[in-house]
């Protein structure tokens, strides 16, 4: 089992429509990245949290620690939010210097 | 700020050469870490230098290493280069020694062994 899953794999959808991403993980964590990466390569750091809920305009974070479980929602999507998203818990103790990446969640939204 | 800059942005190598990537970490920070990203993957975390010291170092052969300058930019050196090494090299740079706030990344170098 990947230390790291995340669900759905690929996402369509229409513009407008409230997007959820969900991640779960396996390993004791000290904070949860979501990351968000164009074609081509270049990421994007979107959130940093190690409890509750945190939200940057149409974007919003939470986690559950106790169930090891985070989500990403999108509000109003538009097409210019297409990208991969990714979940990156970091480990805790000795290893909080180490991102875990999940394969990520491709996000296409049409006009 | 001029962000987190990586040279070169594509690159092309033989299986059994050497390569020196580059990373110029963002103005303020003193931690790099390296990540390679193969294709339809997550990235994997190579390792990470913090104040020019290696502090943290993922599942890599040590034909994978580094450097971390007083400058605080950094280098990953791959020798006796495989195919499978073919793949994007990321570097994200932050402050303290752990991703935190404001961890940025750098835009890749491409790597394709051939």
């Known amino acids: 089992k990947n230390e790291v899953e995340q669900s759905p794999q690929n996402l369509t959808a229409q513009e407008g429509e409230f997007i959820t991403i969900n991640c779960s993980y396996s390993?004791?964590?000290?904070?949860l990245h979501w990351l968000q990466q164009h074609p081509g390569g270049g990421i994007v750091s979107l959130f940093m949290?190690?409890?509750g809920k945190k939200k940057h305009g149409r974007l919003i974070a939470t986690i559950n620690i106790q169930e090891k479980h985070s989500s990403l929602h999108i509000t109003a999507s538009h097409p210019r939010d297409s990208a991969v998203y990714i979940c990156?818990?970091?480990?805790?103790?000795?290893?909080?210097?180490?991102?875990?990446f999940g394969k990520g969640t491709l996000l296409t939204v049409n006009p | 700020e001029t962000g987190v800059t990586q040279s070169p942005t594509h690159l092309i190598k033989t299986r059994g050469q050497q390569v020196t990537l580059r990373c110029s970490s963002q103005?303020?920070?003193?931690?790099v870490s390296w990540y390679q990203q193969a294709l339809g993957q997550g990235p994997q975390f190579i390792f990470q230098?913090?104040?020019?010291?290696?502090?943290g170092r993922g599942n890599f052969p040590p034909r994978f290493s580094g450097l971390q300058f007083p400058n605080y930019s950094s280098e990953l050196n791959v020798n006796a280069l495989e195919l499978d090494d073919s793949a994007l090299y990321l570097c994200?740079?932050?402050?303290?020694?752990?991703?935190?706030?404001?961890?940025?990344f750098g835009s890749g170098t491409r790597l394709t062994v051939v």
């Open positions: 994200a740079s932050s402050l303290g020694g752990t991703p935190g706030p404001g961890y940025t």
């Open positions: 390993v004791g964590i000290s904070a």
């Open positions: 949290l190690s409890s």
């Open positions: 990156a818990p970091q480990g805790s103790g000795g290893s909080n210097y180490k991102l875990t």
């Open positions: 103005s303020g920070h003193n931690t």
């Open positions: 230098y913090y104040r020019e010291e290696e502090n």
